[in-house]
């Protein structure tokens, strides 16, 4: 299977490349609090919408190493926060697509500790901020660890992004694309006249 399909560990690294996956909400380039949650710390986060088609297999592993690890054999017996879980469960947003990408990995990373992001080329990326969008193709690096501060769970670790295909935007993306428009002649602007106001149609 291509490692474009299924994840797959780096032995020299020991990290987890994810399979191709869509993007979504992707703050990569300058970390952000989550707004429904007081005093939260500013973080770099995404989430990958999985295609069925793809073998998760590695990463499941890890997460279960994790949990393991930081739980102990109890671990499938007790309520954890998951960083792999079912996208019509944590996403009812994208319930409509929720076949085509069953599962969706939500890594993260602190403020101090910025992803690496790499563009189609395996260079560092120095495109636009605009050309990173819910949406786009990429594939996700990092490990899972385990936690218990307030509350219990596994993590992931957003350690470098590689950005892939343009696709659709999804999750209510803005596109900067002149996509739909056509060139139109406007002529001169008229000299004189009265400015446009919003007390004219009022």
């Known amino acids: 299977m291509s490692k474009l399909l ?8 020991g990290e987890i490349f994810s399979p191709r996956l869509r993007l979504v909400w992707p703050n990569l380039l300058v970390a952000k609090a989550n707004r429904k949650v007081p005093d939260s710390k500013p ?8 295609p069925a088609a793809a073998n998760v297999d590695a990463i499941k592993k890890e997460v279960e190493r994790a949990a393991a690890e930081k739980h102990g054999a109890k671990w499938k017996s007790i309520k954890l926060r998951m960083p792999l879980v079912k996208t019509a469960d944590e996403f009812p947003q994208f319930a409509d697509i929720a076949g085509e990408y069953p599962l969706a990995l939500k890594p993260s990373a602190n403020e101090d500790f910025p992803p690496f992001v790499f563009g189609p080329d395996a260079k560092p990326f120095k495109g636009q901020p ?16 385990g936690y218990d501060t307030g509350s219990s769970g596994v993590g ?14 999804i999750g209510g993306g803005r596109v ?8 139109a002649d406007v002529g001169a602007a008229p000299s004189g006249g009265k400015p446009a106001s919003t007390d004219d149609i009022f």
């Open 130 to 145: 605009s050309e990173i969008y819910s949406g786009r193709w990429g594939i996700i690096v990092g490990n899972a660890w």
């Open 6 to 13: 299924t994840a797959w560990v780096n032995e020299q690294t």
């Open 176 to 183: 900067a694309t002149a996509d739909g428009f056509e060139v």
């Open 156 to 169: 992931w670790n957003l350690n470098r992004v590689q950005l892939l295909d343009h696709d659709e935007p």
């Open 43 to 50: 973080k770099f986060s995404a989430v990958g919408l999985i």
